[in-house]
């Protein structure tokens, strides 16, 4: 759906932002901004008191009990089916079905519609925009199947070559599966373009509108949509309630996702007979207070009015893309001519990791979002490993914005100066015996882990700590540019990382090595690695407990769940070496 111009009606966003009693409060020590709401939307007040409310007055299991609790809730739940149906303006109720969210209504299409309705040498057309949730659903069907899935590629604005998509449409193409508005790049698809080409050759199709519904208007019989799902948590509703429409006629020739209860009319150890939509989809007890509390969120949002909203938004949206293009050093990923909610980027002179930009952004209270964002083949597009993204919502301001683009300054003039006074962290050899390792801190990694505990403890502040950790990194020791190869690459970090490592000669047992990263957090972790392990004998490497060491450290507490993989996957790193070296010693 192309965005369209409207009147910009009244709206006041300092006024909406008294609703979201999170946005009050502080993070780090500062006010937060919240500019995280691509990943989740935080929640007005009139949603966590319904969800109060209905534990507190309503809580019973729904539709098959005769009493008044029971009886309460089950209309509450319909009644939550019937707002999202006017919100997305279904023709009927039946036609909406409530899922955990986005991803299990696509696995619901992917199973149900698969299974009914793909064969062998069958075609599910994607976009090269999708996120994983509408890439591997597809994949797994097509393994099923025999069915091939192919993908319609993007240009270097992040828009969709739509002379592509014609020219793959065929007979032999069941389904598109496409997003509405990308999580990763903001780009706008051109639904009122596609969905006729896509119906033309007798295809359906699928719209994934996680990221479209809070900031438009969306009408899927206007639109023509076969299929169309969002999540709840990214509309200012409850986590773990989603929404799959679907067209009656197709819904009705798909089969049962899951079985169980609720989904039956009839069981005998023979014969199973199904209910009719939409419980036909709708297996076991649901998330009937997400449902309640999703019904709240849109209604709060329609009384706010989503055509102020749609306005308000695109007016702070270009602001945010004029004030991160106009900070020196920062490059835009995705520059369509039609976008909405998001602004992605990376910071490239001076070359800062993104998840080192999102970790400084926190120390300055604000939240955004770093990585691949579930969207890995468009960060092997614009061959990089990932983006900072920031992305609105209505109670944005352009206070946040500026708030943000003046902590990025910051962040790029400490870099800048740190550059001009510390030397590379890579370096050229002619041979590995020219290398520099680091020696042993002490007698085991014990002592070393000992040590580091009782100064990290000195510290009671997050920000120090994380100063700490920098300040190891930067004393790192050179990584020579030729041991950085797919073979010394460590997979399963969110950053670059490579590590090296050997027997440390002179000795029958102990482990010398070296690592580098794109990441200064990484690689102060990297230091304190290097710390505890470097030239300590492979028995000892094994026989440390690294998570009791990382524990009382205190760093589980502030590192990702990205962050805390990649560090597993160096320490599994180390301790596959410290076996080989073992399994050659004997």
């Not at 007040?45 to 007055?57: A, G, M, P």
């Not at 006017?86 to 209504?105: K, L, M, V, Y």
């Amino acid at each position: 759906m192309t965005l369209v111009a409207e009147p910009i009606q009244t709206f006041d966003p300092l006024s909406v932002r008294k609703d979201f009693p999170i946005l009050s409060t502080e993070s780090r020590g500062k006010p937060l901004v919240y500019l995280d709401n691509g990943a989740t939307t935080q929640k007005p007040r009139s949603v966590i008191e319904t969800l109060q409310t209905y534990y507190e007055k309503q809580n019973a299991n729904i539709h098959r009990g005769v009493y008044q609790l029971s009886q309460l809730a089950t209309e509450g739940y319909e009644k939550a089916r019937r707002v999202v149906q006017r919100f997305i303006n279904a023709a009927d109720p039946a036609e909406i079905i409530f899922t955990r969210g986005t991803t299990e209504s696509i696995n619901l299409v992917a199973n149900s519609f698969g299974r009914a309705f793909l064969k062998q040498d069958d075609e599910i057309v994607i976009s090269g925009l999708e996120h994983h949730s509408n890439i591997v659903p597809w994949q797994m069907i097509c393994q099923q199947t025999g069915a091939r899935l192919r993908v319609i590629p993007i240009n270097d604005r992040g828009e969709l070559q739509l002379e592509t998509l014609s020219e793959m449409l065929s007979p032999q193409v069941k389904l598109v599966a496409i997003t509405h508005l990308s999580n990763s790049l903001g780009t706008v698809i051109p639904l009122d373009q596609i969905i006729p080409m896509v119906h033309s050759v007798g295809a359906k199709i699928l719209v994934d509108g996680a990221q479209w519904v809070a900031h438009a208007p969306t009408d899927v019989q206007h639109l023509g949509v076969d299929f169309y799902a969002f999540s709840g948590h990214k509309l200012f509703s409850p986590t773990g309630i989603g929404v799959l429409y679907g067209r009656r006629e197709v819904l009705e020739k798909m089969p049962p996702y899951q079985g169980g209860g609720d989904m039956i009319e009839q069981v005998t150890f023979e014969k199973t007979t199904y209910a009719p939509l939409p419980n036909k989809f709708e297996a076991g007890t649901p998330n009937i207070a997400g449902a309640i509390g999703l019904a709240r969120g849109i209604e709060y949002l329609q009384n706010v009015g989503l055509s102020a909203v749609r306005a308000y938004e695109k007016q702070l949206h270009r602001y945010l893309t004029d004030r991160v293009q106009d900070i020196d050093g920062i490059r835009v990923i995705g520059t369509a001519r039609e976008k909405a909610g998001v602004v992605s980027f990376v910071v490239e002179q001076p070359s800062i990791s993104h998840h080192d930009v999102g970790v400084m952004l926190d120390l300055e209270g604000i939240a955004v979002r770093t990585g691949h964002h579930c969207c890995q083949p468009v960060m092997d597009r614009f061959n990089i490993p990932g983006t900072v993204r920031a992305s609105i919502a209505l109670y944005n301001t352009r206070q946040d914005i500026d708030r943000l683009a003046e902590a990025l300054e910051k962040i790029i003039a400490v870099a800048r100066t740190k550059n001009r006074t510390r030397s590379g962290s890579t370096a050229t050899t002619t041979g590995l015996q020219d290398v520099r390792f680091p020696d042993p801190e002490g007698d085991c990694p014990e002592t070393v882990a000992e040590e580091l505990i009782e100064n990290f403890s000195l510290f009671d502040d997050w920000k120090d700590r994380y100063q700490l950790i920098i300040e190891m990194g930067e004393k790192l020791l050179p990584m020579p540019v030729e041991l950085k190869n797919e073979m010394t690459r460590v997979h399963g970090c969110q950053s670059t990382v490579h590590l090296f490592a050997r027997k440390r000669p002179g000795t029958v047992d102990s482990l010398d090595f070296l690592a580098d990263s794109d990441a200064e957090l990484v690689r102060g972790l990297i230091a304190i690695l290097q710390k505890v392990f470097s030239g300590q004998s492979a028995r000892s490497i094994l026989a440390f407990d690294v998570n009791g060491f990382f524990r009382k450290l205190g760093l589980e507490d502030h590192l990702s769940m990205g962050r805390r993989n990649g560090l597993a996957g160096m320490v599994e790193r180390i301790r596959s070496h410290a076996n080989q070296i073992l399994s050659v010693s004997g």
